[in-house]
């Protein structure tokens, strides 16, 4: 399947395959973020942006990505996935804090 102009360049600044993701509108993960406790954090090692996800149930999370100049897109995809994906994180991430 091809990718769009907007999902390749998502694909570059995430660090879970985005097709094991759901999209998320603005409104719901604003809602959702605002009523967890985050349980991972990232940081891109070039300073542009940020990862933070949150336990949405007990097999999901919820991920804010955020950019350098703080726009926000959310996420939703499976604990196991999201696990998986810091197991085998590339040098441009660096955790700050997980409990995911």
Same mark, same amino acid.
């Given at each position: %399947?091809? +990718?769009s102009? !907007?999902? @390749?360049? %998502?694909? *570059?600044?995430?660090?879970?395959?985005?097709? #094991?993701?759901?999209? /998320?509108?603005?409104?719901?993960? $604003?809602?959702?973020?605002?009523?967890? !406790?985050?349980?991972? =954090?990232?940081? @891109?090692? *070039?300073?542009?942006?940020?990862? +933070? #996800?949150?336990?949405? +149930?007990?097999?999901? &999370?919820?991920?804010? &990505? =955020? $950019?350098?100049?703080?726009?926000?897109?959310f996420?939703?995809l499976?604990?196991? $996935?999201? =696990?998986?994906?810091?197991?085998? /994180?590339?040098? @441009?991430? @660096? &955790?700050?804090?997980? *409990?995911?």
């Amino acid at each position: %399947m091809a +990718t769009s102009g !907007q999902g @390749r360049i %998502m694909a *570059d600044r995430v660090p879970f395959p985005l097709d #094991a993701a759901e999209s /998320l509108s603005w409104d719901l993960g $604003t809602e959702v973020v605002d009523e967890k !406790q985050a349980c991972a =954090r990232l940081e @891109r090692t *070039d300073g542009a942006g940020s990862l +933070t #996800a949150f336990e949405a +149930t007990d097999h999901t &999370v919820v991920v804010r &990505v =955020r $950019t350098a100049v703080g726009r926000q897109k959310f996420y939703g995809l499976t604990a196991a $996935t999201f =696990r998986e994906s810091l197991d085998g /994180l590339s040098s @441009r991430w @660096r &955790v700050v804090e997980t *409990d995911c």
